[in-house]
Nanobody, 121 residues
Framework: QVQLVESGGGLVEPGGSLRLSCTTSGHSSTLKSMAWFRQASGKEREYVSV?????GRIIKLSVKDRFTISRDNNTVWLQMNSLEPEDTARYFCAARLAGPTTAYPDDYPFWGRGTQVAVSA
């Protein structure tokens, strides 16, 4: 069973930065898409970014100037700069073993438990 573990969340002031990490285990083949989602209180899970093993990197338009996704094999990071209160959410790492790049949560069978990000003055 593929397992993912996120880390790096925390409480930061507006304008601050966090670097989230997602480490994986339990798979014998390279993960395909690895993605970041976030879910704020009272809202549905929202796509943030995705990275493919071939070097593809996609970031949601609304955060592309502030967030950066990086990947090394089966580890993925999300560098978040200039954080805003609206970024407050639980951030989840998700992965697939097959299929094309996707931004839909239902397409990802493997998920971490998330790491909480809070942006507040």
């Amino acid at each position: 069973q593929v397992q993912l573990v996120e880390s790096g969340g925390g409480l930061v002031e507006p304008g601050g930065s966090l670097r989230l990490s997602c480490t994986t285990s339990g798979h014998s083949s390279t993960l395909k898409s690895m993605a970041w989602f976030r879910q704020a209180s009272g809202k549905e899970r929202e796509y943030v970014s995705v990275a493919t093993p071939g070097g593809g990197r996609i970031i949601k338009l609304s955060v592309k100037d502030r967030f950066t996704i990086s990947r090394d094999n089966n580890t993925v990071w999300l560098q978040m700069n200039s954080l805003e209160p609206e970024d407050t959410a639980r951030y989840f790492c998700a992965a697939r073993l097959a299929g094309p790049t996707t931004a839909y949560p239902d397409d990802y069978p493997f998920w971490g438990r998330g790491t909480q990000v809070a942006v507040s003055a």
